[in-house]
């Protein structure tokens, strides 16, 4: 009787754990069509090599990658601590370290082929470097977020100036069609010879302008509308989404099917555009977040029809891989800390011809990482 029994037992428990197991929640990557399959990414922690001169990062503003796969950073020396550059004092009360200047540019190994930057004859250097671009004829793009950064600026590689749109402290605001106002990030298209500025800090907009002339072409606020510049309340997931980009609109980027993406960092949402400034859709990630938004940068994939959107959450501090036809989030990497692939407030995401990303930091991050990526679905 009891052999009977423990059979019955074990039997009835089996058919239990087949119905837990069947009533179990499926994975997200197992949901997903093989072509939505997210890629895969691994930290280089030996990325980039060590700098010389006995140089050191300050917060790490901006990076982007080139036609020839070099990377370039941008930082902002004036935001390291005292304690972190005595070297540069006289008398030296220590050996470490030198600011490095502001620009500076690696190839794939992780070795420094260039650097340059600074205040000069000609143009207004910003008060905080905020925001780095290199087209593809070879035009390196600067913006700046400090109080007086209105102008957007434009060098070669070797940092000779070209020009420069607006004026320091000269904007009149989100409807200024000569000045900016505290831009946060640049993409260019050479083909129709115009630039698209995240306008930023200050304004509420997207402005496009010519890149040869810096003559205005164009602007547009949430929505495809006006922008304004009226008090807004503070961002509550509770309520209707605002009609109004919150500050700062801190990224554009453009896709191969004429596509607008904007990064509206504090309502954690990405607004997606026509080239002309009309409205197609929006989506949301990670929608409970307060302080500086949930939404810092964003790039697409490289493949044929780009169908990721890498993006960096500077609050949360974690990098996320979208689906670019809806903006679903498909995994997320990293987590705050200071070890190799955590990040401290990521700032910016680039991404190379072989789909690895680079990540920079800003606060007490200070610095870039290259995550490879280690998946074959391209």
């Given at each position: 009787?009891?052999?009977?029994?423990?059979?019955w037992?074990?039997?009835?428990?089996?058919a239990?754990?087949?119905?837990?197991?069947?009533?179990?929640?499926?994975?997200?990557?197992?949901?997903?069509?093989?072509?939505?399959?997210p890629?895969?990414?691994?930290?280089?922690?030996?990325?980039?090599?060590a700098l010389?001169n006995?140089?050191?990062?300050?917060?790490?503003?901006?990076?982007?990658?080139?036609r020839?796969d070099?990377?370039w950073v941008?930082?902002?020396p004036?935001?390291?601590?005292e304690r972190?550059v005595?070297a540069?004092?006289?008398?030296?009360?220590a050996?470490?370290?030198?600011?490095?200047?502001p620009?500076?540019?690696?190839?794939?190994?992780?070795n420094?082929?260039?650097?340059?930057?600074?205040?000069?004859?000609g143009?207004?250097?910003p008060?905080?470097?905020?925001?780095?671009?290199?087209d593809?004829?070879?035009?390196?793009?600067?913006a700046?977020?400090?109080?007086?950064?209105?102008?957007?600026?434009?060098?070669t590689?070797?940092?000779?100036f070209?020009?420069?749109?607006?004026?320091?402290?000269?904007?009149?605001?989100?409807?200024?069609?000569?000045?900016?106002?505290?831009?946060a990030?640049?993409?260019?298209d050479?083909?129709?010879?115009e630039?698209y500025?995240?306008d930023?800090?200050?304004n509420r907009?997207?402005?496009v302008y010519?890149?040869?002339?810096?003559?205005y072409?164009?602007?547009?606020?949430?929505?495809?509308?006006?922008?304004?510049?009226?008090?807004?309340?503070?961002?509550d997931?509770?309520?209707?989404p605002?009609?109004?980009f919150?500050?700062?609109?801190h990224?554009v980027?453009?896709?191969?099917?004429?596509?607008?993406?904007?990064?509206?960092?504090?309502n954690?949402?990405v607004?997606v555009?026509?080239?002309d400034?009309?409205?197609?859709?929006?989506?949301?990630?990670?929608r409970?977040?307060?302080?500086?938004?949930?939404i810092?940068?964003l790039v697409p994939s490289r493949?044929?029809?780009?169908?990721?959107?890498?993006t960096?959450?500077n609050?949360n501090?974690v990098?996320?891989?979208?689906?670019?036809?809806?903006?679903?989030?498909?995994?997320?990497?990293g987590?705050?800390?200071?070890?190799a692939g955590?990040?401290?407030?990521?700032?910016?995401?680039a991404v190379d011809s072989?789909?690895n990303?680079?990540?920079?930091?800003v606060?007490?991050?200070?610095?870039?990482?290259r995550?490879r990526?280690?998946?074959q679905?391209r």
């Amino acid at each position: 009787m009891m052999t009977a029994l423990s059979r019955w037992g074990r039997g009835l428990l089996a058919a239990t754990a087949v119905l837990a197991l069947s009533a179990a929640p499926v994975l997200a990557h197992d949901a997903h069509a093989p072509e939505d399959i997210p890629p895969g990414f691994e930290v280089d922690p030996h990325w980039p090599k060590a700098l010389p001169n006995n140089w050191i990062f300050g917060q790490v503003a901006g990076v982007a990658v080139d036609r020839r796969d070099h990377i370039w950073v941008i930082h902002r020396p004036r935001s390291l601590q005292e304690r972190q550059v005595m070297a540069g004092r006289t008398p030296q009360p220590a050996i470490c370290c030198v600011a490095a200047p502001p620009v500076l540019v690696f190839d794939q190994s992780g070795n420094l082929l260039r650097s340059w930057g600074g205040p000069g004859q000609g143009y207004e250097w910003p008060e905080s470097e905020h925001g780095i671009y290199v087209d593809d004829e070879d035009h390196v793009w600067l913006a700046g977020n400090g109080p007086r950064d209105h102008q957007l600026l434009k060098f070669t590689l070797d940092g000779q100036f070209r020009l420069q749109i607006g004026r320091a402290g000269a904007s009149t605001g989100s409807n200024d069609t000569a000045n900016l106002n505290r831009p946060a990030d640049t993409e260019v298209d050479v083909r129709t010879r115009e630039i698209y500025v995240a306008d930023g800090y200050g304004n509420r907009r997207i402005v496009v302008y010519n890149i040869d002339t810096g003559a205005y072409l164009r602007h547009w606020g949430a929505y495809g509308e006006r922008p304004h510049d009226n008090p807004l309340p503070a961002y509550d997931p509770a309520q209707p989404p605002s009609r109004s980009f919150g500050s700062p609109v801190h990224c554009v980027r453009l896709t191969r099917d004429g596509l607008v993406y904007v990064c509206d960092r504090v309502n954690n949402r990405v607004q997606v555009f026509r080239r002309d400034g009309t409205f197609v859709q929006e989506f949301f990630v990670a929608r409970e977040t307060r302080l500086n938004g949930a939404i810092a940068d964003l790039v697409p994939s490289r493949d044929a029809n780009q169908r990721f959107l890498f993006t960096v959450d500077n609050t949360n501090s974690v990098a996320r891989v979208l689906r670019r036809r809806d903006g679903e989030v498909l995994s997320t990497f990293g987590r705050m800390g200071r070890y190799a692939g955590q990040f401290m407030v990521p700032h910016n995401v680039a991404v190379d011809s072989g789909g690895n990303l680079y990540i920079s930091e800003v606060d007490t991050g200070q610095r870039v990482q290259r995550f490879r990526r280690v998946d074959q679905n391209r």
